[in-house]
């Protein structure tokens, strides 16, 4: 599931972001049906951000979802929503099947601030491998940046890359 929006690249205000507190009630909404009519309970994934360049305050937010999470029931949680809360109708939110792709990863944590050395470190480390990054990092919240202090906050960063040459999978 993912949506997209603007809003100026702070991680202690992303939850005012409409589509990302839309996300995060579709999910404790569609809980409440998979329950009732599949039996079926799923815990709420980490947050996902890719932000985009810099200068840019445009992002996308994406969170995963089992596969029983059908269009339907999609479409049943969403115009729930857009009953409860009036906004949500401006915020367009999709289900969408994520291709396959070869990514390496890097967890980095602490200060937030410094989150730049660490997709330094990954981008460095993906050449030295051999390989070539493709497209943006996406940071992935492993923890919520309002409940933890600064010193413990874990954010894993994602970097899709392209299949090269070398005919192996990183291990990056």
Not at 53 to 76: A, H
Not at 94 to 100: A, G, N
Request: proline content about 4%; overall charge negative.
């Amino acid at each position: 599931m993912e949506a997209a929006g603007v809003g100026k690249r702070d991680i202690y205000k992303m939850y005012e972001y409409k589509e990302v507190w839309t996300i995060g009630r579709f999910i404790n909404r569609v809980k409440f049906y998979t329950v009732r009519e599949l039996g079926k309970n799923f815990s709420r994934m980490p947050l996902e951000l890719a932000w985009g360049n810099t200068g840019n305050d445009e992002y996308k937010v994406s969170m995963w979802v089992p596969d029983y999470i059908s269009g339907d029931l999609f479409e049943m949680t969403m115009n729930d929503l857009k009953k409860r809360q009036e906004f949500i109708g401006d915020v367009s939110i999709s289900l969408v099947d994520k291709r396959k792709r070869c990514c390496a990863q890097y967890l980095h944590s602490g200060d937030y601030n410094l989150i730049d050395s660490s997709k330094e470190y990954l981008l460095e480390e993906i050449h030295a491998k051999g390989f070539t990054p493709k497209g943006g990092t996406q940071e992935i919240f492993m923890n919520h940046p309002h409940c933890n202090p600064p010193e413990k906050l874990k954010v894993l960063l994602r970097q899709e890359i392209e299949e090269g040459s070398l005919g192996e999978e990183p291990d990056v």
